[in-house]
């Protein structure tokens, strides 16, 4: 079964960077967009980032100029790269790749800015 890897998480004071990534275990056929979640404690899951197999980016406007998602569709590899990060960045990150069977999850990946 194919599944979603995520790395990169961590405690960061505020101001610094992570980079996480997020690898398929496997094959997967037909990758379509891929991109980042994020749920903070209470709240819903709201979209970060999501990138195209074309290679088009969208950002939520909250961490637009900050972030960069980039991806790799040889080795199914989807990246994000968080700078300036501020203590309401906190939350658990979760990558996503759509194809043609529906869309995968990854585990999740904790983020903690403090200030």
């Known amino acids: 079964q194919v599944q979603l890897v995520e790395s990169g998480g961590g405690l960061v004071q505020a101001g610094g960077s992570l980079k996480l990534s997020c690898a398929a275990s496997g094959s997967i056929f037909a990758i379509d967009a891929m991109g980042w979640y994020r749920q903070s404690l209470g709240k819903q899951r709201e979209v970060v980032a999501v990138?195209?197999?074309?290679?088009?980016?969208s950002y939520a406007d909250s961490v637009k100029g900050r972030f960069t998602i980039s991806r790799d569709n040889a080795k199914i590899t989807v990246l994000l790269q968080m700078n300036s990060l501020k203590p309401e960045d906190t939350a658990v990150y979760y990558c996503?790749?759509?194809?043609?069977?529906?869309?995968?999850w990854g585990q999740g990946t904790q983020v903690t800015v403090s200030s």
């Open positions: 996503y790749a759509d194809h043609v069977y529906g869309r995968l």
């Open positions: 990138i195209t197999s074309g290679g088009t980016t």
